[in-house]
């Protein structure tokens, strides 16, 4: 059981360039999260999903697309990376009946 | 809006100490409260859950209590340990909706031996 794990762990990116952060979960999970955590600001949450092939915009959704084709994965997309985006990202899921978060290992993105 | 802060920002204690991390809130209308651990360039471990309907929840030597009247949490750490050392936050959840935890942005622990 690895619970939740984000690919890749490091990435530097030029402006302009575009990327797609995955998240997969093995604990069939019905919740997923994208957070982005910067320092003075806290974790921000970027997009969500309630299950399969649902999402929705968080509190920093601008730049960013997601996507949940299969109940395990959430994909992250930055279509035209920006140096604000700089940050490390944080995937989490939680079941549907218990509310206990679990989070990924983080990615550290950097854009220049 | 609801916000969650947490004071100090910054802790530091001898080993062996017994100490208080502070969780306050604005809206008392949450659903569940949770602490997690962070240690330096690494994710976040959770370290206890406390639903709405409860006061406290015991995990080891952590003990986290919640009033939600108030709008306060605590998470009290006895004999503290230098593996203790990390920054700590505290997240709630405003409804059983998907909608995703608010954080606090943290207490960061140090504890010297």
């Known amino acids: 059981n690895a619970g939740v794990t984000q690919t890749p762990k490091f990435r530097v990116l030029k402006t302009g360039q575009s990327m797609t952060l995955l998240c997969a979960q093995d604990?069939?999970?019905?919740?997923m999260y994208w957070y982005r955590q910067d320092p003075g600001m806290g974790l921000r949450l970027i997009h969500y999903s309630v299950g399969e092939g649902t999402t929705a915009k968080g509190e920093v959704p601008d730049g960013y697309n997601v996507s949940r084709l299969k109940k395990q994965n959430f994909l992250l997309g930055l279509e035209s990376a920006a140096p604000s985006q700089t940050s490390v990202y944080f995937c989490?899921?939680?079941?549907?009946?218990?509310?206990?978060?679990?989070f990924g290992p983080g990615t550290r993105l950097t854009v220049t | 809006k609801q916000e969650v802060t947490q004071i100090p920002a910054a802790l530091s204690v001898p080993e062996g100490e017994n100490l208080v991390l502070n969780c306050s809130f604005t809206d008392s209308a949450i659903y569940n409260l949770q602490w997690f651990r962070q240690d330096p360039g690494k994710g976040l471990t959770s370290l206890l859950l406390i639903q709405s309907s409860q006061r406290e929840q015991t995990s080891g030597r952590l003990n986290a209590s919640l009033d939600k009247s108030s709008g306060r949490s605590t998470l009290y750490i006895a004999a503290s340990q230098p593996g203790d050392s990390a920054t700590y936050l505290c997240?709630?959840?405003?409804?059983?909706?998907?909608?995703?935890?608010?954080f606090g942005k943290g207490t960061t622990l140090s504890v010297s031996s």
């Open positions: 997240a709630l959840l405003e409804s059983q909706a998907g909608t995703a935890l608010i």
């Open positions: 989490a899921s939680r079941p549907g009946g218990i509310y206990e978060q679990y």
């Open positions: 604990m069939n999970h019905e919740y």
